[in-house]
């Protein structure tokens, strides 16, 4: 099997010729990206018996406390069978605490407790070390193409959540 690499390609219009091999050599390193990025996480959540859904669901309700179940649902595309296993757990283990809406009762707002902040600061601690020096290496070009190629790989109405998350509340 021959490891045979190519010249780095450069620019933009270059970019519109990358060969298969090229192409799956960036899907591997994105696996490879992932796993790294996930591994101190994964390791924090597994002594706690909790998954990256649970992770997922602290960092979502920490980046915008207050919000609702119905918003996080759409956040995180999963079901409503799914997200409510994850939230009972949290709310059990005195990490997460719903309140009923003041305008709609039928609204349930989710907020961390401070035991579920300091879970969400320990789980991404890591992760913000792991992106800070992986970005100070790149240099600000790469991080700005890195973002660019990450939005560009999004679905439309992700990357319109991604991008109102980025925007703050309205």
């Known amino acids: 099997m021959s490891e045979a690499r190519s010249a780095p390609v450069y620019g933009g219009e ?5 060969t298969d091999e090229q192409l799956r050599q960036g899907i591997e390193a994105m696996f490879f990206a992932y ?3 996930t591994a101190d996480p994964d390791r924090i959540l597994a002594e706690m018996a909790y998954g990256r859904a649970h992770h997922r669901a602290i960092h979502f309700i920490n980046r915008a406390p207050g919000t609702t179940v119905n918003n996080l649902l759409s956040i995180l595309g999963v079901t409503k069978q799914s997200l409510n ?3 009972r ?12 809406g003041t305008v709609d009762k039928r609204e349930r707002h989710l907020f961390l407790t401070d035991a579920g902040r300091a ?11 792991r992106m800070r020096t992986a970005f100070k290496d ?7 193409g890195f973002k660019q190629v990450l939005e560009a790989m999004m679905d439309t109405s992700m990357r319109r959540a991604y991008r109102n998350l980025k925007d703050g509340p309205t």
């Open 14 to 18: 270059s970019l519109l010729f990358l």
């Open 35 to 37: 796993r790294g990025f």
């Open 85 to 87: 296993r994850v939230l």
């Open 89 to 100: 757990t949290l709310i059990a283990d005195g990490l997460v605490e719903s309140r009923v």
């Open 119 to 129: 879970l969400e600061t320990k789980l991404s601690d890591a992760q913000r070390a």
């Open 138 to 144: 790149a240099g600000p070009e790469a991080v700005a």
